[in-house]
T-cell receptor
């Protein structure tokens, strides 16, 4: 398993601003992903964070809106840019560890409210 | 593409009742299947998994069997407790032959409420 720390745990943001969420893992991991969970909804994959290269985005998500960095095997950031109330969600970092069989471990999430 | 369909709740049961939450999937190849649980105010936790056909995953009294012929992975528990009240998510992923995997595809989640 892996212990995943996300910051901030929650924030209230103004429309038009940007916020960066940090994800720190206590061990080196192969795969890192960012998910969004809108209120009362399921989890939607935003992108795969690739170490040392550009993230791979899912349909409906673009780099200009959700820039992602992954400088090493234990750390990643997700920025939510030019926020609107529709971006109010929980954003979750998840990781797959070495030799894993597909299961992912999740951070506690960052709950963003955009006014 | 991959997709997961699960019964939507809320599902309300009395304590000690038998639980079944249905989950069916669509995927290319042979995915790995998972059940995750989200307790109130907590993060998402892996409950159980199965990586090939006819495998049975089990944990905390919950079970699910990977049924390739019916593309299903139904979650069951013989006697539920109030502490089982949570949201349950069925999920799948495809493993790469050289290691690694896609991100998980989740169902919509089933809110389970157990009354004393």
């Amino acid at each position: 398993s892996a212990v995943i720390s996300q910051k901030p745990s929650r924030d209230i943001c103004q429309r038009g601003t940007s916020l960066t969420i940090q994800c720190q893992v206590d061990s080196q991991v192969t795969m890192m992903f960012w998910y969004r969970q809108q209120p009362g909804q399921s989890l939607t994959l935003i992108a795969t964070a690739n170490q040392g290269s550009e993230a791979t985005y899912e349909s409906g998500f673009v780099i200009d809106k959700f820039p992602i960095s992954r400088p090493n095997l234990t750390f990643s950031t997700l920025t939510v840019s030019n926020m609107s109330p529709e971006d109010s969600s929980i954003y979750l970092c998840s990781v797959g560890v070495w030799g894993h069989t597909g299961e992912l471990f999740f951070g506690e999430g960052s709950r963003l409210t955009v006014l | 593409g991959n997709s997961v369909t699960q019964m939507e709740g809320p599902v309300t049961l009395s304590e000690e009742a038998f639980l079944t939450i249905n989950c069916t999937y669509t995927a290319t190849g042979y995915p790995s299947l998972f059940w995750y649980v989200q307790y109130p105010g907590e993060g998402l936790q892996l409950l159980l998994k199965a990586t090939k056909a006819d495998d049975k995953g089990s944990n905390k009294g919950f079970e699910a069997t990977y049924r390739k012929e019916t593309t299903s992975f139904h979650l069951e528990k013989g006697s539920v407790q109030v502490s089982d009240s949570a949201v349950y998510f069925c999920a799948l992923t495809a493993l790469y032959s050289g290691g690694g995997a896609d991100g998980l595809t989740f169902g919509k989640g089933t809110h389970l409420i157990i009354q004393p």
